[in-house]
């Protein structure tokens, strides 16, 4: 009998939901709903009379969203469902109360209530300390600073909350009540310990946040519950159950990529962010990967050690911005054709650089970085998509050597999946850059991940291996050769003046 699984893979800038079909013969994918969200941003009077910027995400949007995509699946699939499961980005949540409310809106890892948590977390507790328990390198969005924030800022949310509850188990809380988090996700908060996959106390203590308020770890796969029998039957379907994916989004999207040899591929889910990194069996916290910045986020039986890098959320706030200025929103492959047709190497920027992080105008920090670093200033829109692409590529290369350094491996083979994996001039440059071939796609690696891991919990599948020949033969892989490999070499010199960190 066929088996049926929704994945619902929430992004920083959409969500989507795909059935997942396991038969005899395979495995087939399908997407049942797709919708556009973002954070927005309110300008609230505090106590003190300072009017600060917050920004929110819209938690009950997402929610309905997710509630029509499973109205989709039951009027045009089944009214049968065995499992779903949920990925979101891996920062954010929200305090619940022990009736079940929640105490305030769901913060935007983008609020700037955050710019400077990380320096109040080191004048904490010892950075070295916190990279050794829980090998995450210091990011203004982890979750660490969120929770510091409210210990030091809202401290009654603590006395009045039973649980502080993640991103993806708010969705999973409001479908069936559960709150547990996966191993995955917690990994990347700096909160957790990286080898015990347990809350730390020496972490949690002196930034005064309880632990009476952390959501239980579970191991990606379990089985959580299953949906409310109310919700089940307003949706005209079963009490599916709720299974744990690899609830953290890149964690699912690293789980897709068919890999036949980790220890020698490069793998970069492609998307607002760049997770850059490999898979290793075992955190690596040596002065050197703390030094460099990467971090060990946790996988299903392995570990990421990556670093987290600026994607293409430079080029959708671009784009954005655009689509304000022209009254409507330029098509892709109108962008596509004005940087093919722009002069290549007029200058590169760092794109984890601070500026690049949330700024009001992106053209102008751009255009202010390349001033800054004695560069020439993009000229047109073809000229701001080029920098940025060109940049990007050769961050790649800059972090690909941070990481065999570290991990004493080699680099033979890239394999981008995501969204960016559609991007034919970025997996070129990416080939060009690092002189390699690059393996694109799947472009929704996060779904199929998410999908695979919950077949496994669901005794679908043996192991994730074995899900490997379903992902190639459901989705196009393409490769990509580089070319002009001594002028990117070249170039790269330049790039490493203004580009690394």
């Known amino acids: 009998m066929d088996k049926k699984i929704i994945a619902v893979d929430l992004g920083a800038s959409g969500g989507k939901l795909f059935v997942g079909t396991f038969h005899d013969n395979g495995f087939s994918f399908q997407e049942i709903h797709r919708f556009s969200h973002e954070g927005v941003s309110f300008f609230i009077p505090e106590a003190n009379g300072t009017v600060s910027e917050r920004t929110y995400w819209d938690d009950i949007y997402i929610y309905s969203n997710i509630l029509t995509g499973l109205q989709t699946y039951r009027r045009e699939i089944s009214d049968r469902l065995d499992s779903i499961g949920i990925d979101t ?11 079940g409310d929640l105490l305030g809106k769901v913060y935007c890892y983008r609020d700037h209530r955050l710019d400077s948590m990380v320096d109040f977390i080191k004048q904490k507790v010892d950075p070295e300390l916190v990279y050794r328990i829980t090998g995450i390198h210091f990011q203004p969005f982890n979750l660490s600073n969120q929770l510091s924030w409210f210990a030091e800022n809202r401290k009654e949310l603590f006395n009045l909350a039973s649980v502080y509850v993640p ?19 917690a990994s990347v908060t700096q909160l957790m310990d990286a080898r015990l996959k347990k809350w730390s106390g020496d972490i949690l203590n002196p930034l005064g946040i309880s632990s009476n308020v952390m959501p239980e770890i579970v191991k990606p796969g379990t089985v959580l519950g299953s949906m409310h029998q109310k919700t089940a039957a307003m949706l005209g379907l079963n009490t599916a159950d709720l299974t744990a994916a690899a609830s953290h989004d890149t964690a699912s999207a690293f789980a ?12 970069i889910s492609s998307g607002t962010w760049s997770l850059v990194g490999k898979l290793v069996p075992e955190p690596v916290t040596t002065d050197f990967a703390f030094q460099m910045n990467l971090s060990n986020e946790g996988g299903i039986g392995n570990i990421r050690l990556l670093r987290n890098c600026m994607g293409t959320w430079l080029i959708q706030e671009l784009r954005k911005a655009w689509s304000i200025e022209d009254g409507r929103e330029p098509p892709w492959n109108e962008l596509v054709a004005l940087s093919e047709k722009a002069e290549p190497f007029t200058a590169f920027i760092n794109p984890d650089d601070p500026s690049f992080y949330n700024p009001d105008d992106m053209a102008e920090a751009i255009t202010a970085f390349c001033r800054k670093t004695g560069q020439s200033v993009p000229k047109d829109r073809g000229t701001f998509l080029r920098v940025v692409y060109e940049s990007l590529a050769m961050k790649y290369r800059a972090v690909n050597e941070m990481i065999c350094s570290a991990s004493g491996t080699k680099t033979n083979t890239v394999h981008i999946v995501g969204g960016g994996s559609k991007n034919e001039m970025l997996n070129q440059f990416t080939a060009d850059a690092l002189g390699m071939p690059v393996i694109a796609g799947p472009d929704e690696a996060t779904a ?3 999908l695979m891991v919950q077949a496994l919990g669901q005794g679908i599948i043996p192991s994730l291996s074995a899900s490997l020949p379903l992902i190639k033969d459901a989705f196009s892989i393409n490769t990509f050769m580089p070319r002009e490999q001594k002028l990117w070499d070249r170039k790269y010199a330049d790039f490493k003046r203004v580009g690394i960190d």
């Open 89 to 99: 980005w891996g920062a954010d949540g929200q305090f619940i109360s022990k009736n």
């Open 256 to 267: 897709a990529a068919p890999v036949e040899n980790t220890e020698e591929c490069l793998i």
């Open 167 to 185: 991103v993806p188990s708010l969705f999973y809380y409001y479908l069936g009540g559960t709150t547990a988090v996966d191993s995955s996700w």
């Open 448 to 450: 199929a991940g998410n």
